[in-house]
């Protein structure tokens, strides 16, 4: 069964970091272009960041400065490492899987496959 498993959600508090992993079961990666997804409570799942095949990343403008992606071609997972969180990214996270050779994309529909979100809480 092809799938993506998200894992390093929890509780922080306002200011402090977290750092998500999306891995691959039953394929490798390293033909895709892997993105983050995030869905507030009561809010429509939006795209924050993605990674494309070859290692470009692309961010939303406000994690910009904040977030960093990351991916090993040689490895799995691809990582997030999420710093200066505050209390309006708590949500679900998704990694999402695209099958694409150069960039990514920032629409929800495009990606292959999905993961079953990880909880970020983000709250003193």
């Known amino acids: 069964q092809l799938q993506l498993v998200e894992s390093g959600g929890g509780l922080v508090q306002p200011g402090g970091s977290l750092t998500l992993s999306c891995a691959a079961s039953?394929?490798?990666?390293?033909?895709?272009?892997i993105a983050w997804f995030r869905q507030a409570p009561g809010k429509e799942r939006e795209w924050v960041v993605c990674?494309?095949?070859?290692?470009?990343?692309y961010y939303t403008l406000s994690v910009k400065a904040r977030f960093a992606i990351s991916r090993d071609v040689t490895k799995n997972p691809v990582v997030l490492q999420m710093n200066r969180l505050n209390p309006e990214e708590t949500g679900t996270f998704y990694c999402?899987?695209?099958?694409?050779?150069?960039?990514?994309?920032?629409?929800?529909?495009?990606?292959?496959?999905w993961g079953q979100g990880t909880q970020v809480t983000v709250s003193s």
């Open positions: 999402a899987a695209e099958k694409r050779d150069i960039g990514c994309s920032v629409s929800g529909p495009d990606y292959n496959y």
């Open positions: 039953g394929f490798t990666l390293d033909s895709y272009a």
């Open positions: 990674i494309s095949r070859f290692g470009n990343t």
